[in-house]
């Protein structure tokens, strides 16, 4: 799935290219968007266009800091801080993938459980 | 008959109870820790004042005898005050672990506390701590909870017989200590239900549930044939816990540890499915359907004459109805229920039943025991023996092994020859017996289950009419059984018919292949190894000797897991209830029965429950009255016969494992560790 039409028609209008993430996501802004009634600070439109499937959960945290005009520079200008040694690499939401995380005792994590109420165990020929 | 006047309201009351009891009797509930009606009174715990007329400070009602004209108050502004006082003292040493305690919930101190505790502490000094006690396999101690209530020594030394606990210090540095080594009683799981709080818990169950999330089920204990009232606490169908129920005239409130812990054998080795030995030799998972059609196919075309049933020792009543019903559409005459060989059951009804009741044990006066450890065959009896004998003037004789049954014996011989001396009065405790105006015998297994034990039955028999046992209103005769299943069986007539073969028959028929089909139906107790050249059916709930030896294996219940009938020794009919469903595939014993039927061509003529309960009235009317004892009539049992010279054996080695449940039971093996294999060291015999 791409972005849609309209979208990159509007990017290739007004969108001015602001910077791209460690996964290839291209973020753009417009200081001239319409004043949404009840916005406070930063009146411009900011978004991104996904390298690949749209995923939320794929926009890192210092980019989703920018995007949600939480910081006013974008991490590329110093807006946040760069990532500290022990934190993690961000990766996107990995349900409906292979390292989606199942619970202690799924069928795919072994199958096996710990105790529980009504268990027993059955008796098998040698 | 004191009558006395408890908050302005007069009560009369029987002689001799305490101002305690009478203000019960009177409605009014009084407070305490210490006193329990079954232990001797110890007044420490002072929780229970009251005020009393003339009386310038409250009493302890559970050390004050009523008296006649007494004015006692129970709920006045001095009454509580003085509790309040009382319970402040208890939890200044109390620690304030409720969420962390096992009692939580059915604590004697907590429900106590929320009538009469202080919602804020005064106390600002540092609590007390007192280090943990072994006390075995079974019993967790946390003695900082301790109150100092003493019920565990009195129950100790008084109830079991066994001197092993006691307290050191006084005041605040009492402490209740045992010997540093396990209890060694049979009834010592008791403690845990005296302890009215959580200082001593049940170390099989700690840490896995909570009161209020279980469901309480009453039924009756199958581990022996006292036939114990119990609740069974599930959770899920999965057995959490066993209780005691009140049941005065058979396990008061006691029960034995086995009854109690031997419940976590019902999760393991459990059978859960059907197995077929296919053509290879190999017990394989089948359907119902298939394991029934591999059945009846065996059974097609064979004669009566070739097919032997044998009824395990745990059975309920229903299936070992549904059982000779079956054996019956077959036209099989071989069929038995004692397992064990005992020469029993042919004759009257009271030639197998403990005639005297449990409870009538306390009238008796001389006691003669042959051939029975009651200790380890049942616990709850032996505990109304020694009930009987600390009241005094009462002799016990014993024939057969010694033992410590935790009260005075006196040793006669190990065999029948002195039995024999007994009854020809040349041993000097027939003059006892003859003084003795309700004396009683105890027949064991040990003495029955032999070559010669119709004749020790009717040598009993002889010893009962000739010492006066058997009187208008007392019958000193009696059997005692090792196995729940067994008078219920014998009621119902599980015996070889004319010309069928007894266990040992069914047994040699099967060797020498004159019997081609043996149904088990739950018996594990004998070599199963005999049984190579039959075609075996097994029906059960465990995997134990009769399954490894099936060739077909149907699942059926645990005595938690069905509705069942269970008659004790005294013969006394009670009902066992379903606690938690049967596991997997496996199904009520008597409807598999009755399935069965339908494929080997006849079927049972009942469908469910009530039909085959009216069935088992029809066939013995006993059964028609619960929980209701009518003495058996003294007519003829026991053939004379030439006695042997072997000496009695009690068939029970070790107590805390006699049947499928308690051999699969994790803390019955703990217990078999810490209590049993030491004294087998101890003789010898080890190594």
Same mark, same amino acid.
């Given at each position: 799935m791409?972005?849609?039409?309209? &979208?990159r028609l509007? &990017?290739?209008?007004h969108g001015?290219?602001?910077?791209e993430d460690?996964f290839?996501n291209q973020?753009?802004r417009n200081?001239?968007?319409h004043r949404?009634p009840g916005?406070?600070?930063?009146?411009?439109k900011?978004?991104?266009?996904y390298n690949?499937?749209?995923e939320?959960?794929?926009?890192?945290?210092?980019?989703h800091?920018?995007?949600h005009?939480?910081t006013?520079e974008?991490p590329?200008?110093?807006?946040?801080?760069?990532r500290?040694?022990w934190e993690?690499?961000?990766?996107p939401n990995r349900?409906?993938t292979?390292?989606?995380?199942?619970?202690?005792?799924?069928?795919?994590?072994?199958?096996?459980?710990?105790?529980? &109420?009504?268990?027993y165990?059955p008796?098998?020929p040698? | 008959?004191?009558?006395?006047?408890?908050?302005g309201?007069?009560v009369t009351v029987p002689q001799?109870?305490?101002?305690?009891?009478?203000?019960?009797i009177?409605?009014?509930?009084?407070?305490?820790?210490c006193y329990?009606e079954r232990l001797?009174?110890?007044?420490n715990?002072?929780m229970?004042?009251?005020?009393?007329?003339?009386?310038?400070k409250?009493?302890?009602?559970?050390?004050m005898?009523?008296?006649?004209g007494?004015?006692? $108050?129970t709920?006045t502004?001095?009454?509580?005050?003085a509790?309040?006082g009382?319970?402040?003292?208890l939890l200044i040493?109390?620690p304030l672990?409720?969420?962390?305690?096992?009692q939580?919930g059915?604590c004697d101190l907590?429900? *106590?506390?929320?009538?009469?505790?202080?919602?804020?502490?005064?106390?600002?000094?540092?609590?007390r701590?007192?280090?943990?006690?072994?006390?075995?396999?079974?019993i967790?101690?946390?003695?900082?909870?301790?109150i100092h209530? @003493?019920?565990?020594?009195?129950?100790?030394?008084e109830v079991a017989g066994?001197e092993e606990?006691?307290?050191v210090?006084r005041?605040e540095?009492m402490?209740?200590t045992?010997?540093?080594?396990a209890?060694?009683s049979?009834?010592?799981?008791?403690?845990?239900?005296?302890?009215? =709080?959580?200082?001593?818990t049940?170390r099989p169950?700690?840490?896995s549930a909570r009161? $209020?999330?279980l469901?309480k089920?009453?039924?009756?204990?199958v581990?022996d044939?006292?036939?114990?009232n119990?609740?069974v606490?599930t959770r899920g %169908?999965?057995?959490?816990?066993v209780?005691?129920r009140l049941h005065?005239?058979v396990?008061e409130e006691?029960i034995?540890?086995?009854t109690?812990?031997?419940c976590d054998?019902l999760?393991?080795?459990?059978?859960?499915r059907p197995?077929?030995?296919?053509?290879?030799?190999r017990l394989e998972?089948?359907?119902?359907?298939?394991?029934?059609t591999?059945?009846?196919?065996?059974?097609k075309?064979?004669?009566?004459?070739q097919?032997?049933?044998i009824?395990?020792?745990?059975?309920d009543?229903?299936?070992?109805l549904?059982?000779?019903?079956f054996m019956?559409t077959?036209?099989?005459p071989?069929?038995d229920?004692r #397992?064990d060989g005992?020469?029993?059951? *042919?004759?009257?009804?009271a030639?197998?039943l403990?005639n005297?009741?449990?409870?009538?044990?306390?009238?008796a006066? /001389?006691c003669?025991?042959?051939?029975?450890?009651?200790?380890?065959?049942?616990?709850?009896l032996n505990? %109304?023996l %020694?009930?009987?004998?600390l009241?005094?003037?009462?002799?016990v004789? =014993?024939?057969?092994e010694?033992?410590?049954?935790?009260y #005075?014996?006196?040793?006669?011989?190990a065999?029948?020859?002195t039995l024999q001396?007994v009854?020809?009065g040349k041993?000097p405790f027939a003059?006892t017996?003859k003084?003795?105006?309700?004396?009683m015998?105890?027949?064991?297994q040990g003495?029955l289950?032999?070559?010669?034990?119709?004749? =020790?039955?009717?040598l009993?028999r002889?010893?009962?009419?000739s010492?006066g046992m058997v009187?208008?209103? $007392?019958?000193?005769?009696?059997?005692?059984?090792t196995?729940a299943a067994r008078v219920?069986?014998?009621?119902?007539g599980?015996?070889p018919?004319?010309?069928?073969r007894?266990v040992e028959?069914?047994l040699?028929? /099967?060797e020498t292949?004159?019997i081609d089909?043996?149904?088990?139906?739950?018996a594990?107790e004998?070599?199963?190894s005999?049984?190579?050249?039959?075609?075996?059916?097994?029906?059960?709930?465990h995997g134990?000797?009769?399954?490894?030896?099936a060739?077909?294996i149907?699942?059926?219940?645990?005595?938690?897991?069905k509705?069942?009938?269970?008659v004790n020794?005294?013969g %006394?009919v009670q009902?066992?209830r379903?606690?938690g469903?049967?596991p997997g595939e496996?199904r009520?014993? $008597?409807?598999?029965?009755?399935?069965?039927s339908?494929y080997?061509g *006849? /079927?049972?003529?009942?469908?469910?429950?009530?039909q085959?309960r009216q069935k088992l009235?029809?066939t013995a009317?006993t059964?028609a009255?619960i929980?209701q004892l009518?003495p058996?009539e003294?007519?003829a049992f026991? @053939?004379?016969?030439k006695?042997?010279?072997?000496?009695?054996r009690?068939?029970?080695?070790n107590?805390?494992?006699?049947?499928?449940?308690?051999?699969?039971s994790e803390t019955m093996a703990?217990?078999?560790?810490?209590f049993?294999?030491?004294?087998r060291?101890?003789t010898?015999?080890h190594?």
């Amino acid at each position: 799935m791409r972005n849609s039409l309209v &979208t990159r028609l509007y &990017t290739r209008r007004h969108g001015i290219h602001v910077g791209e993430d460690q996964f290839g996501n291209q973020y753009y802004r417009n200081p001239n968007a319409h004043r949404a009634p009840g916005l406070l600070s930063s009146s411009e439109k900011r978004w991104v266009l996904y390298n690949g499937a749209p995923e939320a959960s794929r926009v890192p945290p210092a980019w989703h800091a920018w995007l949600h005009h939480i910081t006013d520079e974008p991490p590329a200008d110093g807006g946040v801080p760069d990532r500290k040694p022990w934190e993690k690499e961000h990766a996107p939401n990995r349900t409906m993938t292979a390292e989606a995380y199942r619970p202690p005792g799924h069928t795919l994590r072994g199958g096996k459980r710990a105790k529980g &109420t009504g268990d027993y165990e059955p008796w098998l020929p040698s | 008959m004191p009558t006395l006047e408890i908050d302005g309201k007069e009560v009369t009351v029987p002689q001799g109870v305490n101002v305690l009891q009478a203000c019960e009797i009177a409605g009014h509930e009084i407070p305490r820790f210490c006193y329990h009606e079954r232990l001797s009174i110890a007044g420490n715990c002072r929780m229970c004042l009251v005020e009393m007329e003339r009386s310038p400070k409250p009493i302890a009602s559970c050390h004050m005898p009523a008296q006649d004209g007494m004015k006692v $108050w129970t709920d006045t502004e001095m009454v509580r005050k003085a509790r309040r006082g009382v319970m402040e003292f208890l939890l200044i040493n109390h620690p304030l672990d409720c969420p962390i305690c096992d009692q939580g919930g059915e604590c004697d101190l907590q429900d *106590q506390a929320m009538a009469y505790g202080f919602d804020r502490s005064r106390y600002e000094e540092n609590k007390r701590a007192v280090p943990e006690k072994e006390m075995g396999p079974l019993i967790k101690t946390i003695m900082t909870r301790c109150i100092h209530c @003493t019920r565990c020594i009195r129950f100790a030394a008084e109830v079991a017989g066994v001197e092993e606990i006691g307290a050191v210090g006084r005041g605040e540095h009492m402490e209740i200590t045992t010997l540093e080594q396990a209890i060694d009683s049979e009834l010592s799981g008791n403690l845990v239900d005296i302890c009215p =709080v959580g200082a001593l818990t049940s170390r099989p169950y700690a840490f896995s549930a909570r009161p $209020w999330e279980l469901r309480k089920t009453p039924s009756v204990d199958v581990m022996d044939a006292v036939g114990s009232n119990i609740r069974v606490d599930t959770r899920g %169908r999965d057995v959490m816990r066993v209780l005691p129920r009140l049941h005065e005239d058979v396990n008061e409130e006691w029960i034995d540890d086995k009854t109690r812990h031997a419940c976590d054998g019902l999760r393991r080795q459990r059978l859960d499915r059907p197995f077929v030995r296919n053509k290879k030799g190999r017990l394989e998972e089948a359907t119902w359907d298939e394991a029934f059609t591999a059945i009846a196919k065996r059974l097609k075309g064979k004669t009566g004459e070739q097919v032997g049933a044998i009824a395990g020792d745990q059975c309920d009543a229903e299936s070992m109805l549904a059982l000779r019903d079956f054996m019956g559409t077959l036209g099989s005459p071989n069929l038995d229920c004692r #397992q064990d060989g005992a020469k029993i059951g *042919q004759g009257a009804r009271a030639g197998y039943l403990f005639n005297t009741t449990i409870a009538g044990i306390e009238e008796a006066d /001389a006691c003669l025991l042959v051939g029975t450890n009651p200790r380890r065959e049942a616990a709850m009896l032996n505990a %109304r023996l %020694r009930k009987r004998f600390l009241k005094g003037g009462f002799k016990v004789g =014993v024939v057969g092994e010694q033992m410590d049954l935790t009260y #005075q014996t006196e040793y006669l011989g190990a065999g029948p020859e002195t039995l024999q001396q007994v009854a020809d009065g040349k041993h000097p405790f027939a003059e006892t017996l003859k003084n003795a105006e309700k004396p009683m015998i105890v027949l064991g297994q040990g003495a029955l289950a032999r070559e010669d034990g119709a004749a =020790v039955l009717a040598l009993g028999r002889q010893i009962a009419e000739s010492f006066g046992m058997v009187q208008e209103a $007392w019958n000193g005769f009696n059997v005692l059984h090792t196995a729940a299943a067994r008078v219920a069986g014998l009621d119902l007539g599980l015996l070889p018919g004319t010309g069928g073969r007894d266990v040992e028959g069914i047994l040699q028929g /099967a060797e020498t292949g004159e019997i081609d089909t043996v149904y088990l139906l739950a018996a594990d107790e004998f070599d199963t190894s005999r049984l190579d050249n039959a075609f075996v059916v097994y029906q059960g709930h465990h995997g134990d000797a009769g399954a490894h030896a099936a060739d077909v294996i149907l699942p059926g219940a645990a005595y938690t897991e069905k509705n069942g009938t269970y008659v004790n020794t005294e013969g %006394r009919v009670q009902l066992g209830r379903l606690a938690g469903f049967p596991p997997g595939e496996a199904r009520d014993d $008597w409807s598999i029965l009755r399935a069965l039927s339908a494929y080997t061509g *006849q /079927a049972l003529p009942y469908d469910n429950l009530g039909q085959v309960r009216q069935k088992l009235i029809e066939t013995a009317d006993t059964f028609a009255r619960i929980d209701q004892l009518a003495p058996a009539e003294w007519e003829a049992f026991g @053939t004379r016969g030439k006695l042997g010279g072997e000496p009695f054996r009690s068939p029970v080695a070790n107590f805390y494992m006699t049947d499928p449940i308690s051999r699969n039971s994790e803390t019955m093996a703990r217990c078999t560790e810490a209590f049993i294999l030491p004294k087998r060291e101890a003789t010898g015999t080890h190594g």
